[in-house]
T-cell receptor, first 110, second 114 residues
Framework: RKEVEQDPGPFNVPEGATVAFNCTYSNSASQSFFWYRQDCRKEPKLLMSVYSSGNEDGRFTAQLNRASQYISLLIRDSKLSDSATYLCVVNTGRDDKIIFGKGTRLHILP | EAQVTQNPRYLITVTGKKLTVTCSQNMNHEYMSWYRQDPGLGLRQIYYSMNVEVTDKGDVPEGYKVSRKEKRNFPLILESPSPNQTSLYFC?????????????FGDGTRLSIL
């Protein structure tokens, strides 16, 4: 099992729809989790940290399921500007290693 | 403005010619890291540094060197570049002393080794 795994997509979603991605991780000792957004040929930018209790920021909700070892990102009322690649990031808790998923591509269609 | 600055942004060079990509942050961050991003492989960590004079290998350190003589700077050195090091490189820094905190990325350096 890969350390951090994401569905690469692409997800083609109509504007206004709700879309959700999951990201699974293999190391049960992993400590920190993040979602980053990356636009084409640009640097990754932090979207949100993922806490055990789940967290919400406007249209975005992130959740952590430690029992099943996955994190999720939910985007409500999607906008054209949400089109990007979403990267799942895990601090494995082992030697301070940080692992990026390969990303899920999202296309919001007008 | 808080930022991570990488230079150069683009470089085309030839095999074996030593090069350095500089990275500087103005946020007094302790943790700094280098990544390379390749199609189908995602972002992979090359080296990281928890603080001045402390550096560690990431997942793909072969062919690279780093140094952390000052807190703000974390240069990436390719002593003898080869074509398989053609990639998009990102430097990142984090406030917390470890990768537990969110990272701020530079704009990236697109490197082509002929």
């Amino acid at each position: 099992r890969k350390e951090v795994e994401q569905d690469p997509g692409p997800f083609n979603v109509p504007e206004g729809a709700t879309v959700a991605f999951n990201c699974t991780y293999s190391n049960s000792a992993s400590q920190s989790f993040f979602w980053y957004r990356q636009d084409c040929r640009k640097e990754p930018k932090l979207l949100m940290s993922v806490y055990s209790s789940g967290n919400e920021d406007g249209r975005f909700t992130a959740q952590l399921n430690r029992a099943s070892q996955y994190i999720s990102l939910l985007i409500r009322d999607s906008k054209l500007s949400d089109s990007a690649t979403y990267l799942c990031v895990v601090n494995t808790g082992r030697d301070d290693k940080i692992i990026f998923g390969k990303g899920t591509r999202l296309h919001i269609l007008p | 403005e808080a930022q991570v600055t990488q230079n150069p942004r683009y470089l085309i060079t030839v095999t074996g010619k030593k090069l350095t990509v500089t990275c500087s942050q103005n946020m007094n961050h302790e943790y700094m890291s280098w990544y390379r991003q390749d199609p189908g492989l995602g972002l992979r960590q090359i080296y990281y540094s928890m603080n001045v004079e402390v550096t560690d290998k990431g997942d793909v350190p072969e062919g690279y060197k780093v140094s952390r003589k000052e807190k703000r700077n974390f240069p990436l050195i390719l002593e003898s570049p080869s074509p398989n090091q053609t990639s998009l490189y990102f430097c990142a820094s984090s406030f917390q002393s470890g990768p537990a905190g969110p990272q701020h990325f530079g704009d990236g350096t697109r490197l082509s080794i002929l």
